[in-house]
């Protein structure tokens, strides 16, 4: 069975041409002489592929190929749009119409007849449709496919517009709280949802994962918060920590038309990560009373792509803040994040009624370290022992750089009881390690540490650093090369 060609000219002549050159390349050839009658030849006859003018009467070639690229029964069937037109926003708008090749007319029967064999090579020939009978039946009548356009148009514009909203969205990017109100006030606009949640991860994997709430003139039940949070981190994070996971309601409802209770009230739920190659840049929930089926909207999944692009470039903006905290020699937090993180964590530890732990780590003779073997080698011990340190902490500690060669860690939801057992495997597994200087003399580096906790009776932060640096001191004098609690009956008379 030949491949059928469909030819769309209003020319006689060049439609004449035109069929000569493709009967004698062994095709077989149907034409229309005009837009109409193309669409008409589409849905009868099922074309393998169609050539078609642009500058037609009533239906031109882009609002044909639209048509045509717009159906599910006829999208699959390529397009290639012959024309006198050489502009680049000729050629702009075809493609963008969902042209295949946009080949002008000056191009030789030899040159179309190789693009053309190119494109059909993996084509199998189409038979007449199932439905061919129905088809009969049917008015090809001009102003119902104008209509059909203009709805084609209009949806072209809807698309467009939310594009554009959604990429002014990046403005807010160093206000989380702004953020979070643009977007669900931007979806608000275009989708039926009552209660929603949207989620920006970070290139920071110790960041806290927050899942920021919107109620959309709605009351919801505090007993619903906690368990749609879990719900979504689990489908996001199945293997992760729930440490990290927390929530944040953005705004004061004082408005609202109706409240909700329970979560069984909701008839609609979709929680939807959004992904990028094996990273995941973050995830939407959106929840209605009312039953919404939102992947069927044409808009929903323009929605998802630009909030794809949104996410993507809020994660890279999240790799460009993260390089303001990293100390770049051994990839440690640098200090002035550290002052960020002890209130931080200080302040969740009274919230929770936890304990945590600060501990001080020097590395012991450093200076005799740089002065016999030279900075180089001395860089090189305090990386090794800044690996050897993170390799051994729970992903939900951290470690910073806080001095030359001074290290500090926060253990996270430890006593001082709870620290020394780890601590002392570091220093341990520290002084085994042996260095090669330059004088080819082996080595090997040493730590003392000094650790204190939120259950010795702190008052803030500073105690904390303070009680740890005391710790540290007593370390030190005592021979180095081991691990000190603060004692406040032996400490404050230092």
């Known amino acids: 069975m030949n491949k059928k060609i469909l030819l769309i000219d209003d020319s006689r002549t060049q439609l004449q041409s035109l069929k000569m050159t493709f009967v004698k390349a062994g095709y077989e050839v149907i034409t229309a002489s005009d837009g109409l009658e193309g669409i008409e030849m589409v849905n009868r006859c099922m074309p393998d592929l169609i050539i078609s003018d642009i500058v037609m009467p009533n239906i031109n070639g882009y609002h044909l190929c639209r048509l045509i690229k717009n159906d599910k029964n006829t999208k699959h069937i390529p397009v290639i749009l012959l024309t006198i037109l050489s502009n680049k926003i000729d050629r702009f708008w075809g493609i963008k119409a969902g042209a295949d090749k946009y080949i002008n007319k000056d191009i030789s029967a030899d040159d179309l007849i190789k693009e053309v064999n190119e494109i059909l090579k993996d084509v199998t020939p189409t038979r007449y449709p199932s439905n061919r009978n129905t088809i009969n039946n049917i008015t090809f009548d001009e102003d119902i496919y104008k209509l059909k356009i203009n709805e084609i148009l209009d949806q072209a514009l809807i698309s467009s517009t939310i594009m554009n909203e959604f990429r002014h969205l990046s403005e807010y990017f160093q206000d989380d709280n ?12 275009i989708l039926e949802f009552d209660f929603g949640g949207i989620f920006f991860n970070s290139t920071d994997g110790k960041e806290p994962k927050i899942l920021n709430f919107h109620q959309n003139n709605c009351k919801v039940h505090d007993n619903i918060f906690i368990p749609v949070m879990e719900d979504f981190f689990q489908k996001l994070f199945p293997e992760e920590n729930d440490y990290y996971f927390n929530y944040k309601i953005s705004g004061v409802i004082t408005d609202y038309n109706k409240e909700i209770l329970s979560y069984d009230e909701f008839q609609s739920a979709f929680v ?195 009680y740890a640096d005391t710790a540290l001191y007593r370390a030190k004098s005592l021979g180095k090369n081991q691990v000190k609690i603060f004692d406040p009956k032996i400490d404050k008379k230092i």
């Not at 303001?324 to 200080?346: A, C, K, V």
Request: aromatic share 10%; net charge negative; proline share 2%.
């Open 178 to 189: 702004a953020l979070v109100k643009e977007i669900f006030e931007l979806l608000n606009s």
């Open 272 to 466: 939807i990560p959004i992904i990028s190659g094996k990273s995941i840049l973050g995830g939407i929930c959106l929840y209605s009373k009312e039953r919404n089926n939102y992947s069927e909207l044409k808009t929903f999944n323009i929605i998802l792509d630009e909030l794809k692009l949104l996410m993507r470039l809020r994660w890279l903006y999240s790799e460009t803040k993260l390089l303001t905290i990293i100390d770049p020699l051994t990839s440690l937090y640098n200090r002035r994040y550290f002052n960020e993180i002890i209130h931080r964590e200080y302040m969740r530890s009274q919230r929770t009624q936890s304990n945590f732990s600060v501990a001080i780590i020097d590395i012991d003779n450093f200076k005799k370290v740089n002065d016999t073997y030279g900075h180089q080698i001395g860089d090189i011990v305090l990386i090794e022992i800044s690996k050897t340190i993170l390799g051994m902490l729970r992903t939900t500690d951290f470690a910073f750089r806080y001095g030359g060669e001074e290290i500090v860690v926060i253990l996270t939801d430890s006593s001082v009881d709870g620290a020394i057992y780890p601590l002392e495997r570091i220093r341990k597994r520290i002084s085994e390690k042996v260095y090669e200087g330059n004088n080819g003399e082996n080595f090997s580096a040493t730590v003392s540490i000094g650790v204190a906790s939120t259950d010795q009776g702190v008052m803030g932060p500073e105690d904390l650093v303070n």
